[in-house]
């Protein structure tokens, strides 16, 4: 079964610092892969997308992700974090492509950042 | 993307009653996706709703305490039936990009309290 994790459930890290936010990924075909930022009291948003080609895909505000299909991951990097950045992140696969197949989430992120 | 319209954007309910969540969106779409996120948790797929015939539902969700309506391309609503307090979440819909050139896109959310 398709599935999703993020291992690291609480992050913290300091204003200016660089961040990287793991996800894993189960799924048999290629994936479609995506990361989102939920901010509080707020929607979700799309930071960035992969579906295939280059497998650094860079995303809005600052953000990309690696996809590494032998460690089936899709790892989230920002050079230098600012503190609007904190919010929950969250990971997800679709299971059959963007154009109609459901997505699967992880468990979330939540990012704080220190001053 | 699309644009999604949904409301109510929060509601305070009695145990016992149901609460219709509506999602308007600006184009037309094959699927739609109604999707939950309990507090302080991920988001959880209840199902997805297809057009002119019954929805799809994802394990753990029945249609008589989750019922959907897709009555056009346009417009869906989930109603979240003889509620418990158990039921407080945030609702959200989501509909895929388009042409595979943008993530999927998601309403505001419906944040529900049942007391």
């Known amino acids: 079964a398709q599935s999703v994790t993020q291992p690291d459930i609480h992050i913290t890290v300091s204003e200016g610092a660089s961040l990287e936010l793991r996800c894993n990924y189960s799924y048999g075909a290629t994936p479609y892969l995506f990361w989102y930022v939920q901010s509080p009291g707020q929607g979700l948003q799309l930071l960035l997308k992969y579906f295939s080609g280059d497998t650094l895909v860079q995303g809005i505000k600052g953000f990309e992700a690696e996809f590494k299909r032998s460690q089936s991951s899709f790892n989230l990097r920002k050079p230098s974090v600012h503190w609007s950045d904190a919010a929950e992140y969250f990971c997800?696969?679709?299971?059959?492509?963007?154009?109609?197949?459901?997505?699967?989430f992880g468990q979330g992120t939540e990012l704080s950042v220190k001053p | 993307s699309a644009v999604i319209s949904q409301k109510p954007s929060r509601d305070i309910c009695q145990r016992g009653t149901s609460l219709t969540i509506q999602c308007q969106v600006d184009?037309?779409?094959?699927?739609m996706f109604w999707y939950r996120q309990q507090p302080g948790q991920s988001l959880t797929l209840i199902a997805t709703a297809n057009q002119g015939s019954e929805a799809t539902y994802e394990s753990g969700f029945v249609i008589d305490k989750f019922p959907i309506s897709r009555p056009n391309l346009t417009f869906s609503t989930l109603t979240v039936s003889n509620m418990s307090p158990e039921d407080s979440s945030i609702y959200l819909c989501?509909?895929?990009?388009?042409?595979?050139?943008?993530?999927?896109?998601f309403g505001s959310g419906t944040r529900l309290t049942v007391v």
């Open positions: 997800a696969v679709a299971t059959t492509g963007n154009q109609g197949g459901k997505l699967i």
């Open positions: 989501s509909v895929p990009g388009h042409g595979g050139l943008s993530g999927y896109t």
């Open positions: 184009s037309q779409v094959t699927m």
